[in-house]
């Protein structure tokens, strides 16, 4: 099974931040990484698909990064209402995992 | 537009079963892979299982696997998820959602229903 490390677990953004999500495989997964935002009560939105190719619909302030076990979610210009859970998961192999999630907050 | 719609969540007693449903429009659900993804209260989102678009493939968490089967009925465009020897610990929102990929097992992509709960306790 491949262990996701999603780091960090929380974070505070001021608006206009640039933010960086990490995300670490314990195995070489290629680029079949996939990124979700999730507000609390909701369920999940793609927003980033094979590592860094973007969803359609989402904000470009969206872009994703890495190859192999090394993975970023960066998000340029924040605003307020990317307030959210963020979420990896890699689908190279199964079972399916997602990593822990970091919470993103707007000051 | 595609909508998914879950049903079939409720209360259940430890070492009961349940079956999930989930209802799929707006597309061509016999073209999809389907997953569920459970999210337990307060906690991350937790793959469960995904079945290939015409049924031949299934995979599993280790944590269900050999207690949950996941199956499809394409022609009523209905995905199910039935869980059985049900534990504390599977306490969680059940979503549905639709594969990213178009007929290859990928993962889940943009449309997810709204969830539904199921609460395992005694």
């Known amino acids: 099974e491949t262990t996701l490390t999603q780091s960090p677990a929380f974070m505070s953004a001021t608006p206009g931040d640039k933010v960086n999500i990490s995300c670490k495989a314990s195995?070489?997964?290629?680029?079949?990484m996939n990124w979700y935002q999730q507000k609390p009560g909701e369920a999940a939105i793609f927003i980033i698909q094979e590592a860094t190719t973007l969803v359609p619909g989402i904000s470009p302030r969206f872009s994703g990064s890495g190859y192999g076990t090394d993975f970023t979610l960066t998000i340029n210009n924040i605003e307020s209402e990317d307030a959210a859970y963020y979420f990896c998961?890699?689908?190279?192999?199964?079972?399916?995992?997602f990593g822990g999630g970091t919470k993103v907050e707007i000051k | 537009q595609v909508q998914l719609v879950e049903s079939g969540g409720g209360v259940v007693q430890p070492g009961r079963s349940l079956r999930l449903s989930c209802a799929a429009s707006g597309f061509t659900f016999s073209s999809y892979g389907m997953h569920w993804v459970r999210q337990a209260p307060g906690k991350g989102l937790e793959w469960v299982a995904v079945i290939s678009y015409d049924g031949s493939n299934k995979y599993y968490a280790d944590s269900v696997k050999g207690r949950f089967t996941i199956s499809r009925d394409n022609s009523k465009n209905t995905l199910y998820l039935q869980m059985n020897s049900l534990r504390a610990e599977d306490t969680a929102v059940y979503y549905c959602a639709k594969d990213h990929l178009y007929r290859v097992v990928g993962a889940p992509g943009g449309y997810w229903g709204q969830g539904t709960l199921v609460t395992v306790s005694s």
């Open positions: 195995q070489d997964i290629d680029d079949d």
């Open positions: 998961l890699q689908h190279d192999n199964f079972p399916l995992t």
